[in-house]
């Protein structure tokens, strides 16, 4: 195990540096845009076209990888998206905002294909699951540090953006300087959406509810903790949400394992549905640390139930199909996480920062009772995959933690892929 991460150490390295542009962007952006006076629709719209470009960017990544290689897509990748964030200081029109979020977007989510579909390509079967988990603790825990980085900056200044550039910059260079060979191009395979909503309703859903109520939410949060608690509580309150999911989501996912994962789903949401209709209740009236604490838990179950519903697809898919599966779910929460900050927008206008709470707990109740209903419709998988810990970044995330063929006696022990943090 020791020598595999050694093998992979500069993959790692390398997304966990981008995550860290990616943490400090998700706070600084929200506070930018306030701080020039754009509405909260402005920044839903924002939101969601970074999204629509991470769609794009999904969509044409097979074919840039067989084109170029790997190496040269996460470099040239990496410039446009440090460009696309140094270019942000320069305008405060919303729609140059959104076509540079877009460029993001796209670039984010190829890099994102080159490193996964890398790992993919080296780690052995076996342990799929220890470099999963690494990968997800120190991705997650950049995301969580990364608001720090610039903590005492005000929202108008130019340092943050030329931080997170020159964070993107950096993550080039494992991936330019690593001895390892490069792997073949993935196959693209069709999306198949319909037959996957066949194959497992319920991950579709969780998929589709996890972008829903994730993307608007961690977008429009850090305004809610600036206007209740100052500038610096947005980094507090963006960091303890992914501390909560990295927290709970291995005990969640060994627990699906022990028991229906579409029960496990419904809990999830009803910790984020419940945290989430407190901080709409009592929206302004808590005190600094009871606010953070209830994000906490709304991270804790909000991101966490993308992992078990791609567990849930894995119990079901048919065997060779995991890439087509996770190009699906994939599909599908980045089209929920175009659509919640849309949403979310305007109802922030309309009724305050405890409009994004509301939606939050409304949609989470949704995905509960999906899965309930799911439940009594079908009955769970007598043979499952052993959960592994799952982000929602490329389809090739999939493959790296269920693996990407499963021969055909394995086929009642596989039934797709799911999205996502």
Not at 128 to 137: A, H, K, L, N
Not at 307 to 336: K, N, T
Not at 374 to 399: M, N
């Amino acid at each position: 195990m020791t020598n595999l991460l050694r093998n992979v150490a500069a993959l790692i390295a390398a997304v966990t540096i981008l995550q860290l542009a990616g943490g400090l962007l998700g706070v600084r952006l929200p506070l930018a845009v306030a701080e020039d006076g754009h509405s909260r629709t402005a920044l839903g719209l924002i939101a969601a076209s970074y999204s629509a470009g991470f769609m794009m960017g999904a969509m044409i990544a097979t074919q840039m990888l067989a084109r170029v290689g790997h190496i040269r897509v996460y470099a040239g990748s990496a410039a446009v998206f440090a460009v696309s964030t140094l270019a942000l200081h320069f305008s405060t029109d919303i729609w140059v905002w959104g076509v540079t979020r877009m460029a993001a977007g796209v670039s984010v989510a190829l890099m994102f294909a080159v490193i996964e579909s890398w790992l993919s390509h080296s780690i052995d079967t076996r342990v799929r699951g220890e470099v999963m988990s690494v990968y997800m603790v120190l991705t997650k825990g950049a995301l969580a540090v990364g608001p720090f980085l610039a903590f005492d900056y005000a929202a108008d200044a130019p340092e943050p953006w030329m931080i997170a550039a020159s964070l993107a910059a950096l993550s080039m260079l494992p991936i330019c300087f690593t001895v390892a060979e490069q792997p073949a191009p993935p196959k693209a395979q069709p999306l198949a959406l319909v037959e996957q909503f066949a194959t497992a309703p319920a991950a579709v859903i969780g998929s589709f509810g996890a972008g829903l109520v994730n993307g608007g939410v961690l977008a429009l949060a850090p305004l809610y903790a600036a206007q209740h608690y100052g500038d610096n509580a947005a980094a507090e309150f963006y960091s303890v949400a992914f501390i909560g999911s990295l927290l709970l989501q291995w005990p969640a996912g060994r627990l699906s394992d022990r028991i229906d994962r579409r029960l496990v789903i419904a809990g999830l949401a009803v910790i984020a549905a419940s945290s989430a209709y407190a901080l709409a209740i009592w929206s302004g009236q808590l005190l600094h640390w009871s606010a953070a604490l209830l994000f906490f838990l709304w991270g804790s179950g909000a991101l966490s139930f993308y992992g078990i519903a791609v567990a849930h697809m894995a119990d079901r898919a048919e065997p060779g199909r995991l890439a087509q599966s996770a190009a699906g779910l994939l599909f599908v929460w980045a089209a929920g996480s175009v659509l919640g900050p849309l949403i979310m927008g305007p109802l922030v206008d309309w009724f305050d920062v405890a409009g994004i709470f509301w939606f939050a707990g409304a949609a989470a109740t949704l995905v509960c009772a999906a899965m309930f209903w799911r439940r009594t419709t079908r009955e769970q998988s007598t043979s499952k995959e052993e959960f592994a810990p799952q982000l929602g970044t490329s389809v090739s995330a999939g493959e790296i933690a269920y693996g990407e063929d499963k021969a055909p006696s394995e086929a009642g022990a596989i039934a797709g892929m799911n999205k996502p943090s």
